[in-house]
């Protein structure tokens, strides 16, 4: 099964939410900023990863931003450009058991 690397990054109005939100996204990445993720997920960890924030986001005060890059093995590598610090990339991650 491919998995596809995302960039998922979140902002929440509300200090309680946010950090729920802080913990269910972590749950499925790795953190590259504080409110800013690479994710590599399955078709169906996206689904569960969504259903997950969907219960804890306000939906009119908050956003969650899901900006596929492409496959993990590839593209989801190549992407990035960074100015300053330069981040170690993680590398693409296997399934994942929940």
Request: charged share 25%.
């Amino acid at each position: 099964m491919a998995r596809r690397r995302y960039i998922v990054g979140y902002d929440i109005a509300d200090p309680k939410r946010l950090r729920k939100t802080h913990e269910v996204v972590q749950g499925y990445g790795y953190r590259l900023q504080f409110s800013v993720f690479i994710c590599d997920l399955s078709d169906a960890e996206k689904i569960a990863l969504k259903a997950e924030l969907s219960t804890v986001i306000h939906f009119t005060n908050d956003q969650v931003s899901i900006v596929d890059l492409g496959d993990a093995e590839s593209r989801g590598q190549e992407c990035f450009e960074f100015m300053g610090i330069r981040p170690t990339l993680p590398a693409p991650r296997g399934p994942m058991i929940f």
